[in-house]
């Protein structure tokens, strides 16, 4: 018989989340759409869903690893906090949702509570198995994976019109020839000769 150890746990997670959804025991609280997973989180989860998929993998942690607490699971649900300069250290999961999810799965009758803790109960159990043999025959189709979109570069500024480029030459001055603009005469010179003349038109 087919077992959830025979189907890879994604798959699982997925079809038994679309099962949850059908029960009434199972609810998201009316906080799950602002709250984060863990404080080692950014952002709360992009998934409309994801309470379901969290009890789907809560279910399937405690058929695979119970009995179970909560500070246990906890662990498994962490992740590396990042805290700027300082190296990144690991940080537990949220207790909150984990324990909100083990009270709805037990009211659900899928897990039961002892002294031990939280393990699979005999229709949970089933309830797993049956969906496993499911997904082995017509396994799900590959969640496309996400592609970031690509930032187009900026565009580079024209230049300034009538202004100089980079890399062109100043317009040589008019009525140069070679590049070279014609000398206008001395100062001195002119007033020399204007001297000359004012002696040579004085009466004697």
Same mark, same amino acid.
């Given at each position: 018989m087919t077992t959830v150890y025979d189907v890879p746990p994604d798959h699982i997670i997925? %079809?038994?989340?679309?099962?949850?959804?059908?029960?009434?025991?199972?609810? +998201? +609280?009316a906080w799950a759409a602002?709250?984060?997973?863990?404080?080692?989180?950014?952002?709360p989860p992009e998934d409309p869903d994801?309470?379901?998929t969290?009890?789907?993998?809560?279910?399937?942690?405690?058929?695979?690893?119970?009995p179970l607490g909560v500070e246990r699971? %906890?662990?498994?649900?962490?992740g590396n906090k990042n805290r700027g300069s300082k190296p990144n250290a690991f940080r537990k999961g949220s207790g909150s949702i984990l324990r909100k999810s083990l009270q709805q799965l037990e009211a659900a009758g899928l897990i039961i509570h002892d002294k031990t803790g939280r393990r699979v109960s005999a229709e949970g159990m089933k309830f797993l198995d049956n969906l496993s043999q499911e997904v082995k025959k017509n396994p799900p189709a590959p969640v496309p994976k996400r592609?970031?979109?690509?930032?187009?570069? +900026?565009?580079?500024?024209e230049g300034r019109k009538g202004g100089k480029q980079k890399g062109e030459?100043?317009?040589?001055a008019e009525g140069a020839e070679g590049g070279k603009a014609e000398k206008k005469p001395a100062a001195k010179k002119e007033k020399a000769e204007g001297k000359k003349a004012d002696k040579a038109?004085?009466?004697q």
């Open positions: 997925r %079809r038994a989340a679309e099962e949850l959804k059908k029960r009434k025991e199972i609810v +998201p +609280p602002f709250a984060k997973t863990g404080v080692h989180k950014e952002m994801w309470w379901f969290r009890a789907a993998a809560v279910l399937r942690r405690v058929y695979v690893d119970g699971m %906890r662990s498994f649900y962490g592609v970031k979109p690509v930032a187009e570069e +900026p565009k580079k500024a030459k100043a317009p040589a038109e004085a009466p």
